[in-house]
Nanobody, 124 residues
């Protein structure tokens, strides 16, 4: 079992930056791939970024965030991060982190464990 708690959301102006954190508890964090997803009101949950299980691991990004967002992890701290730069109003959503064993996926239903979400609001 893995428990996930996101933090770092908030209100930011367009063009600004935020860093989301997801703290994991439970065993074997280092063996889980981690993903970030987001969901805006009235829209489906969508993939944002994911990172494979090991430090310095392979990453994957949605086209809409490539070059602006960076996912990273610190297995010693059981934490995964999402650095979000050049934020746009369309990035506003509730952001969720998720975990699944080993290999990353960009499909939300491949993930076994989810956090409660953190709200990101971007003003224009």
């Amino acid at each position: 079992q893995v428990q996930l708690v996101e933090s770092g959301g908030g209100l930011v102006q367009a063009g600004g930056s935020l860093r989301l954190s997801c703290a994991a508890s439970g065993r074997s964090f280092g063996t889980y791939a981690m993903g970030w997803f987001r969901q805006a009101p009235g829209k489906e949950r969508e993939f944002v970024a994911a990172i494979n299980w090991s430090s310095g691991a392979r990453t994957s990004y949605a086209d809409s965030v490539k070059g602006r967002f960076t996912i990273s992890r610190d297995n010693a701290k059981n934490t995964v991060y999402l650095q979000m730069n050049s934020l746009k109003p369309e990035d506003a959503a509730v952001y969720y982190c998720a975990a699944r064993p080993l290999a990353l996926s960009n499909k939300w239903n491949d993930y076994d464990f989810w956090g409660q979400g953190t709200q990101v609001t971007v003003s224009s």
